[in-house]
């Protein structure tokens, strides 16, 4: 069973900006993890972008860094990621995951993590 959904993939072109939503299915992701990974075409699916469950701090690959934000919004139940300045090498299915009462989410070995969404594709191309 599916208990998180993401939202807000598409085609964008290089220097573009998108916003992506992960929303859960029958709970609240007060007390969870949240993260972001994705999989490009070839590759192992690599992690983006975590939020922890306690004091929200974040953490963002290398790769990401200073052009995503991951935000979490509790009155929406939702959590976000703004993507920025989006390169043709982000190009991937974009996956939401959570965890309960995880402190960093992008760490565990994914084998670990119990939700995921079923991903929504980004594409950067002129």
């Known amino acids: 069973q599916v208990r998180l959904v993401e939202s807000g993939g598409g085609l964008v072109q290089p220097g573009g900006s998108l916003r992506l939503s992960c929303a859960p299915s029958g709970f609240t992701l007060d007390y969870y993890a949240v993260g972001w990974f994705r999989q490009a075409p070839g590759k192992a699916r690599e992690g983006v972008s975590c939020i922890s469950s306690s004091d929200d701090s974040t953490y963002y690959a290398n790769s990401v860094k200073g052009r995503f934000t991951i935000s979490r919004d509790n009155a929406k139940n939702t959590v976000y990621l703004q993507m920025h300045t989006l390169k043709p090498e982000d190009t991937a299915v974009y996956y939401c995951?959570?965890?309960?009462?995880?402190?960093?989410?992008?760490?565990?070995?994914?084998?670990?993590?119990?939700?995921w969404g079923q991903g929504t594709q980004v594409t950067v191309s002129s």
């Open positions: 995951a959570a965890a309960l009462g995880v402190q960093a989410l992008c760490a565990m070995p994914q084998r670990l993590i119990a939700d």
